[in-house]
Structure formats: C-alpha cells, structure tokens
C-alpha cells in the first residue's frame, strides 16, 4: 500500500471545518467523501481528510488503530443474492466478524449500506457539532469494497454524509427544492450504482477506447451496458494490452481521472449535486506511491555503474538498495562471469556455481559473515526459489519464509545454522539478467517487523535487477576484453631468465591507462654464441590490436635475425626491409644491443629509439649514450650505424620505450633527465631498481602509452671463468681436447662433469673435423651459472638431430649431446657455425 504522501495531514483545518462546511462542502453538488483502508488485521492504514471531517479522528490518531474502534457504524450489509448492491439488506453491526465472513470469497461487488454515526460506547465521538436538529448521530452512507492482492490492505470504506446528500439532491439544481431526494443515493456511489438510463450511457461507451485504445467501440458499449445493467465492475482481460502497476484494488488510471471529472463539470453546469470522488484520493496514493519507487530507481541508476571494474558495479549494486528497499542483500554470479571469461551460455541447472560475491545488511556486524562468506560457491538444487529465479529469470516473492522453507534453504549449508536469519523474513528474489541470459540473482530480505515485499516490489526489484544486469554485463565485458588484452600481451612479451651469461636482467611492462590496454612496447634478450647476450627493446608507434600484432611479428624477426649472429646495424637494415614488405602502415623504433661479458663490450645500433642510459659502477655516475639516431623502422632507405662501448663489471645498462619519459605538454628532455637520476639510484637488486625508476617516472600524470623497461647489470665475465683451444683439423686431436678439458674442469673444481663432458666434447669435435674446410676447429669453456662449452668451425650447414639405428654410423654424436646436456642448440656464425651445450654445475 503507498503511503500518502499528499499535504492533507500537515494543512490546518479549512474555514468552515469545525462546523462540517468546507468551501468546497458548501459548493451546489459537492459531498465530502471518507476514504478509509483496513489490512488485512483489521487496522486502519489509510485515513483521508474526509475521514476527519466524518468521524472526528485525526490521522495521526487514526493510523494503526483498530477499524471497529473509529468506524462505530450499525446498519446493514447489502445481501448478494439481491439484483443490487443497494436493494435488499441483511442486519449488520460493525465492522467486526460479520463484515469479514459478508467478504469471504472475494466478493466481486462491493458491499454498500446505510448506518448512524456514535452512540454510546461506540468509540470517539465526532468532534464537530451536531447537525441541526440537535441530535449526536449522523446519518452515515458507506460502501465496502474487497481489496485482493498479496498486500496486506483487505477493505476500502467510503463513507459519506447521507443528511447532507439527501439535502442537496432534494433542493435540486436550482434550490427551488424541486430535486429528487434519492437521486444523490446514485449519483454519490463512485462509478458502482448507475441507472440503465443513465443519459450519458453512450458517451461513455465512446470514450471508453480512449482510455484503452485496443478496445473498439462496440466492444466498449457492451461492457458499459453489463456494468450500468449489473450495477458492479466488469473484470476484463486483455492479452494484447500492459496496463501500468498499480494496486491491486483497481486505483482509477488517469484517463478515467479526467472523464469523471468531466462529468462532474457537465452535472454541475446542470445544477446536480456532485460527491467528493474516491478515485482522487485512491490515484493520488498510487502516484505516491509510483513516484517514491521512480525516485527510488533513479537513484539506484545513479549509483551503479560509476566504474567498468566488476567488483566495484558488484559493490555498488549491492548497497544502492540496502536499507531503503531490503535489510539484506545477496548478490550471485556465474562462475564465467566471475573468472572474467565470456559470455555464459545455457539455462542454469544444479550444476551450476554460483560465487557469493557481495553481501549487505542491517543487522549487527559480523553476524552473517561466518554463515554466509562472501567469495563461497555453491550450487543450488531444483525445490529452491533461487533455483526457480535463475531458471525461468523472473522474480521469486516469498511473503514470509516458513519454517519449512527455511530449514530446506538452510540444508544447503554444510554445518551451518542459517535459519535464524531467514526464518520469518519476506524475500525476493531478483534475476540479474543481460541479452537474456541470466548472469547471477540477489537475495533480497526484509526484517520480520517490516511490510512484507508485495507484487509492486516485485516489479520494484525486477526493474532494478534490469538495471544492475546491464551495468553488471558491461562490466563483464570490460573486463573479459580487459583480459583478452592482457592475455594476448602476455603471449608477446617474453618470460626472460634473470641470469644470462655474464649478466642478471630485470624487466617491467605497464599497459597504457588512456588509449588501451594493448600496445606495440616490448622487450627481449637472445643468447648468443661466445656468452653473449642481444638486448632488445622496440616501440611499434600507436596502439590497439593491429599494433600488437606488428609488434609481435617484429619481435619474432628480431629473435631470428639474432640467432644468425648478425651486427646490430645490419639486424637493424634487415628488419627495416622486413617492415617495408609487410607493409607501410605501421613504423617503429628499434634498440638493439650485443653484449660480450668475455670483452667487457657493447655493440648498440638505433632505429629512432630513445637513447639507453649507462650507470658506471666505478663512481655511480650516470649518463645519456650518445647515438647514431638513425631512422624508425618501417622508413626505408636509411642507413643505420653501431657504436662500441667499454663496460666493466657491475655497470648498468638501462633501455626503456618513451612512455615512460614523455608525458603531454612537457619536454621530454624532463624525463630524460629524471631517468638518468633515478637509474643512478642506489638498489639493493636489480628489481628494487627498476621500481625506484617507475616510482619517479609514472607517478608524474599524464602518461597514456605503454611502458617497456630492460634493465641489465653487466657482470662480466673473469678471464680465469674462459679456457680456449685451437685445434687442427685432425681427427687425433679429439683425445688431446678430451684431456685438456678434463684438466681445466679439475682445476675449476668440477670433476664431477668431467666425465660428461669429456664425452660430448669427443662427439663434436669428431663432427667439427669431419665437416670443416680449411680453418682450425675452436674449443671453448665457459664457467658461469653453468657449465658452457662451445665448438667452432667453418661449416656453415647447421647439423640437426637424426635418429640413428644401431648400425647407423652417423646420427650418435648429437643424440648423446641431446640426451646428456641440460641444454644445447646450433648458431650460425660469420665463418661458419657454433655448436654448444650447457651442464648444470654441482651443488656445494
């Protein structure tokens, strides 16, 4: 029931109430007219203005009080075997038992009657003075009329001053007392007691289409005609029509608001005495009552949706209806929905997980947090109403939760008591749905001490589950798109080792925070022959998929470019033609490093990059490598030049892309700059470093693009960690290797390799000398983090890996390599080849 919301209870008194006579009471045909609703306890909920002027009791007085109490009626009952509801009646005392069992069956007409008003001990006495005559009791004309529904309002009452009706009806429209004194007996009855010959029969069948226009005419003329010839209202079903939520006791909608009130000015315009009408009072309750709930839900919209992350929308969600609408909200989801994966397909069936990812409510802290977690899955079996909502995705209303239903919920949480908490409590429960799928449900609860949800809140939560479904699906598809992204960025960046030969690497990529999550930044090393390491860092210039995409096929390039041992500047010239012939949509810049920890050096080339930064370890200085700029790659036609450098061991060599030094409207030599200071920076590792540079460069706003960083601490590698031999191209000089390498590994400590290695030393020496043209075979090992051997020689046909059966001659040696290496691989070189292998050093 709404509540009114109308300024009636806070006006004073008009001139004229403390008689009974109102300015509008006193017009030619108008009769003030109560308006009373009783629930289904027998109290009042509803108390009208009229009703104050008829019976004395003020609202505030009158609300929640018993109806028998404020109503002390005795009269009569209309009988329903009577051919109206205003001839026949059957003795009736009150508004007690009688009326109840006279509305068993949800009577389809109302009950109508004519009683005195007071008496004694008949509660309150009316506060205005008697009518003339002298006599403490009005005449009193009233009719009942069921109210069905789930709500708890079971009885209208409208009741009027019979004096004063059958006054003005007998003084007739012009006051020469010519009128009827029972024509106001008819005229007053809101709309239920019409005459067959009432003179505006046909009218009103032509203006009922208005008010429903799939209705013809001749259709509206028959059900004006059952209802002037019945006397009642006709139920009509309709299965083309929506007609609007209102209550379920039929409030008058607009349309039929200002029909009657164009009778009523045509009866005036004629002299005819007009009742006050009960369809203003009961409309202007409903539009109360719509009004509160369109405030309520566009308030609900406000809040929700103020960000595309999905916990947060879940959050929202939850609180925009905790306490106004419900005392307790729960909030399920799909377990799609909540992995941030696409979009669930199919009808839900007990299998079905649903997470618990938000809880609201009003009652003491902590006392559904160990009965009801947030971040629980469950499923949920087929005799639930959840079960029902998520399967047929329309609202479950359950007025009050029985004992029964509440132990059948409760069965559903392994030991764990929750009947004390739903036991007694109305509940919805609202489908969250979106392109018609249902992606989760809330649980709605309220206190067993407030009104129970109704049919007008079930469609109250139905809108704003509609509503919190489209902000929930919006945020499912930012981030399932949000991780697609970051998937796909995943794939084309590398996972690098922290240790390389000779030197530790640490990396850091940032998405970009205005223009997407994708970007074209990357970073990557690739081991070389000799224990060298290549450095690379590339930006492919704007952003999105297509970028990424360029960017990964640039990246590829590069790693095979590389593993060919080519100079940067010439890696650098054949990844600009490479660009060319995949297209000229896309350009990008390039900084491509060769590290050599044996020589203490540094061979870098540039496409258009920023400049690396070189910390030196000797005194923590920090500078700028001053380049050959060269051109982006994709431009075509520009030579690209290398510069060495000198380096010793412990300096850092630092490659990032420009998002992280250039932000809109500064110049970029600020960020330059910053760079420099922050990489100069003492760290206690090479982690710690990078965060002390992303800490100074991204907390200055501003920054859209993507951010690449490559850091490398330059370790070196000792002469004393290198042994190298230059063997003849003779087949003897593989026992002289094997024992030269058994030597080396017992001065280093290693012996327990030396039997391994010694092997497959033997096997690609044999291979080298076999395949050579006319230049020495070289052997070298490596003491690092592993055990690094290494054959040259100036074959430039690369050997793969056969199968050998056993009376194969060929196809042995790289087997056992294979088999007994932790890691081995083939290079092709200027001269020729490298074959190498890596052992695992003993642990001590």
Avoid at 322 to 338: C, H, I, K, M, N
Wanted: proline share 8%.
């Amino acid at each position: 029931m709404a509540k009114d919301r109308g300024t009636e209870r806070d006006a004073p008194p008009r001139p004229g109430a403390e008689t009974g006579e109102t300015p509008e009471a006193g017009a030619a045909g108008r009769v003030p007219l109560a308006v009373v609703v009783v629930d289904r306890d027998g109290l009042v909920s509803h108390w009208s203005s009229g009703a104050r002027r008829l019976f004395g009791a003020a609202k505030d007085e009158a609300i929640g009080r018993p109806a028998a109490d404020l109503l002390p009626v005795s009269g009569v009952l209309p009988d329903p075997q009577d051919s109206g509801p205003y001839e026949g009646y059957a003795a009736y005392d009150g508004l007690g038992p009688d009326l109840e069992s006279s509305l068993d069956g949800r009577l389809a007409y109302p009950a109508a009657g004519r009683a005195r008003l007071g008496g004694p001990g008949r509660g309150p006495r009316p506060t205005a003075p008697p009518p003339p005559g002298g006599t403490d009791r009005v005449d009193v004309l009233w009719w009942a009329y069921p109210l069905v529904g789930p709500g708890r309002e079971r009885l209208l009452v409208l009741a009027a001053d019979a004096g004063r009706l059958h006054a003005e009806a007998a003084e007739g429209p012009d006051g020469t007392g010519a009128g009827d004194p029972d024509a106001g007996f008819e005229r007053i009855a809101p709309g239920f007691a019409l005459h067959t010959d009432f003179p505006g029969a046909d009218d009103l069948a032509r203006r009922l289409p208005e008010i429903l226009p799939s209705m013809s005419v001749d259709e509206g003329a028959r059900i004006v005609g059952q209802v002037l010839e019945l006397g009642y209202p006709v139920l009509e079903f309709s299965q083309n029509d929506r007609v609007p939520v209102t209550p379920d006791w039929g409030v008058p909608r607009r349309a039929e608001r200002r029909a009657r009130r164009e009778r009523a000015a045509r009866a005036r315009a004629q002299g005819l005495p007009v009742a006050q009408d009960a369809g203003d009072e009961a409309e202007d309750l409903e539009y109360a009552a719509v009004r509160e709930r369109l405030e309520f839900l566009t308030e609900v919209s406000g809040r929700i949706g103020t960000s595309l992350d999905l916990a947060t929308t879940i959050v929202e969600v939850s609180r925009a209806v905790v306490p106004r609408f419900t005392d307790v909200a729960g909030t399920y989801l799909r377990e799609q929905v909540v992995a941030g994966e696409g979009f669930p397909e199919g009808v839900p069936d007990t299998t079905t997980m649903w997470h618990r990812v938000a809880l609201e409510h009003t009652d003491e802290p902590g006392r559904w947090d160990d009965v009801v977690p947030v971040g629980e899955a469950m499923p949920f079996p087929a005799h639930t109403p959840f079960f029902q909502c998520m399967t047929t995705g329309e609202p479950v209303l359950v007025p009050r939760i029985s004992e029964r239903m509440g132990h059948a919920i409760a069965s559903q949480f392994e030991k764990r008591d929750i009947r004390p908490l739903i036991t007694g409590r109305s509940m919805l429960v609202v489908p969250l749905k979106a392109r018609g799928v249902v992606l989760g449900f809330m649980i709605l609860l309220r206190h067993p001490e407030r009104v129970e949800f109704n049919d007008m809140d079930r469609v109250t939560g139905a809108e704003l589950a509609a509503r919190a479904g489209l902000v929930l699906d919006n945020a499912r598809m930012y981030t399932y798109q949000e991780s697609v992204a970051e998937t796909l960025q995943d794939s084309m960046l590398p996972h690098i080792p922290p240790r390389m030969a000779g030197c530790d690497i640490a990396t850091r990529y940032l998405p970009g925070t205005l223009l997407g999550r994708v970007g074209g930044d990357w970073f990557d090393s690739v081991k070389l022959p000799g224990a060298r390491t290549a450095l690379v860092v590339g930006d492919v210039m704007g952003h999105g998929l297509n970028s990424a995409a360029m960017m990964g096929q640039l990246r590829t390039a590069v790693q095979t470019m590389a593993a060919l041992d080519l100079p940067p500047a010439q890696l650098l010239r054949k990844l600009d033609d490479l660009a060319q012939r995949l297209g000229d949509s896309y350009l990008a810049t390039c900084l491509y490093a060769v590290y050599d920890p044996i020589a203490g050096e540094l061979e870098i080339a540039n496409a258009g990059h920023i400049p690396p930064v070189l910390v030196r370890a000797a005194d923590g200085r920090s500078e700028l490598l001053e380049l050959p700029t060269g051109a982006p790659i994709g431009v075509g036609g520009v030579p690209f030049e290398s510069l060495r450098v000198r380096v010793a061991p412990g300096d850092r060599l630092v490659m990032c892309t420009d998002g992280l030094v250039e932000v809109r409207g500064e110049d970029i030599g600020v960020g330059l700059a910053t760079l420099c200071e922050s990489a100069a920076h003492p760290a206690a590792s090479m982690d710690d470093a990078c965060d002390t540079i992303i800490r100074a460069l991204n907390t200055r706003g501003g920054r859209k693009d993507d951010v690449a960083l490559l850091m490398t601490r330059l370790a070196g590698i000792a002469p004393g960690d290198v042994a190298e031999w230059r063997l003849a191209r003779d087949p003897a000089e593989a026992g002289r290797a094997r024992a030269a390498v058994r030597e080396q590994l017992h001065a280093w400590g290693l012996a327990e390799l030396a039997d391994n290695a010694e092997l497959m030393v033997g096997e690609l020496l044999a291979n080298a000398v076999r395949h050579s043209h006319s230049r020495p075979v070289d052997l070298r090992l490596v003491r690092g983090d592993t055990l690094l051997c290494e054959v040259d020689d100036d074959d430039h046909e690369l050997p793969a890996l056969l199968s050998a059966g056993p009376g194969d001659e060929r196809g042995r040696g790289l087997r056992v390599v294979s088999t007994l290496a932790r890691e081995w691989g083939t290079s092709a070189t200027k001269a020729g080849k490298t074959v190498w292998f890596e052992l695992t050093l003993p642990r001590r």
